[in-house]
């Protein structure tokens, strides 16, 4: 009897597969969440609150040392003279004249009228509004877009660069000192789509100076992307519009207000020579261009650092929301360039974008480090203040030792002809000019800081020596100071000038370090 083999078992079969035991599940990789949270934000009336009183103490504390002096540069002084014409019914572009558009000097006009023109007191703290303006818009960009902590950081480093440069360009109320706070207004509009206002704001710069017009490169920047990331609601029909009347109606309304031909000549087509020529003077223009650059460096010292790391986030998801920025800070650095003058208030402009640059990298460090990161532009900060506070003010001595023999020399109800680049003699010493050309900058074209030979009257403003010779046998001044001291536009240089104090005038025995003085003859 045969025995069959058993059949093999069924999980034995090499025709089947093994049953599989089930162990523990494995864990599955999950990709990290590339949205970034929410940035965090206490409500604005608590944020702001907060905020305000510290951004005003430093903005006060920066500028304390503009309250030493009556005037801390030519600007100034400029500005001033202008406004006490102004005040006592002159006309702008006609009475007295200048390259810049009126706003500042309707702002200085305003101040004088209301407290008087012995004291400069009121515009010194306009300069401080205007830096604890731009401070607290630079806040509220920076609180916008990455929170609370970022808003701070963003107000106060601006604040703490933008005393980085010689105190002459850094505590004067000039021109920058107002631009900035228009500019950073423009662009806070335009990041909130108040198209209009971002118009009205960059209409602001520009009346303020020339220059301040280039925020309207990232204000069209900011509407051109919302345009794209949003084409069916077209942004551009209904926003180009807003920003173009915005931008129109102040800046016609100031034409009208002066004379519309004077208006245009003086800020747009007469400045030729002064804002393009280079001939002759390339080497002096190059030293002060790297000079000042690297003083905006020394000031940058603790968040050049994280700006350069700022490059390396434009690679990364979130690295697009600061294009607008760098397009801002390029066309700042274009306005800066422009002209080839390179002056350290020209680099004001540039400190707002670098601010809100620094704040989007510093955004990722922990408080600890953010604090220890600060403390280095706070201590360059406060060296600044220190050397403006104790800086030497040699030009402004010389100026004031002048005007003493000014008054010496003439009577109050004279009119003198300052021959120089220092307007503020005028206002030291009390008495009228002789012309509307308020320095020789405007008739030799020397006001650009050229040294080389594109100075002289063939360089002067087109058909400026025509009125200042009207001028000079209309009303002929009583005493003309020669305070070029050896400049390119000295008299001797010029042969209008020369010819005049030739025919009609004698000079005083003595001189003040150098500044001759001249009365007229008895057979004049």
Known sequence: ????????????????????????ARPQRTRPNPVRPEPARTPPYGFWRRLLPVLAAVALAIRLPSFLHSFWSPDEGYLAVQARILAEGGELYET???????????????????FGDGS????????????FTTAALLAAFARRRWGDRSGVTAGVVFLLISVGFIPQD?????????????????VLCADRGRWGAA???VAGAFLTKQTGGVVLVPVLWLLWRTHGAAPSRSPLRTGLPRTAAGFAAPVVAAALLTDPAGFLFWTVTGSGAYAFSLDGSELHVLVRAVVNSSILGLCCLGILPPVRRALRIGRRPDGAALVDLWVWFGASAGAVAVGF??????????????????TAALRSLRHERLRTVLRVPAWVCACFVVWAVFAPRSELTHAERVATAVREHSDPTDRVLVWGMHPQTYHLADRAPASRYLTAGLLTNF?????????????????????????????PPALIVDDSRGKPYAPE???????????QYEPLPGTVEGTVFYVRSSGS
């Open 1 to 24: 009897m045969s025995v069959e083999p058993p059949s093999a078992a069924p999980h034995l079969s090499p025709t089947r597969p093994r049953p599989t035991v089930p162990g523990p």
């Open 96 to 114: 007295v004249v200048d390259r810049k558009p009126p706003l500042l000097p309707w702002l200085y006009e305003a101040a004088f009228v209301l």
């Open 120 to 131: 400069a007191q009121a515009m010194k703290l306009l300069a401080v509004a205007a830096q």
């Open 170 to 186: 850094t505590q004067a109320v000039t021109f920058e000192a107002v631009i900035l706070p228009f500019t950073a207004a423009a």
């Open 199 to 201: 118009g009205v704001a």
């Open 341 to 358: 003058h390179f002056f350290g208030h020209y680099f004001l402009q540039l400190l707002p974008p670098i601010a809100l640059l620094a």
């Open 447 to 475: 006001s650009g800081g050229r040294d080389g030979p594109q100075v002289g009257e063939e360089y002067g403003v087109r058909g400026a020596w025509r009125v200042f010779a009207a001028e000079m046998r209309a009303r």
């Open 493 to 503: 240089r010029l042969p209008t000038l020369r010819r005049l104090l030739a025919g």
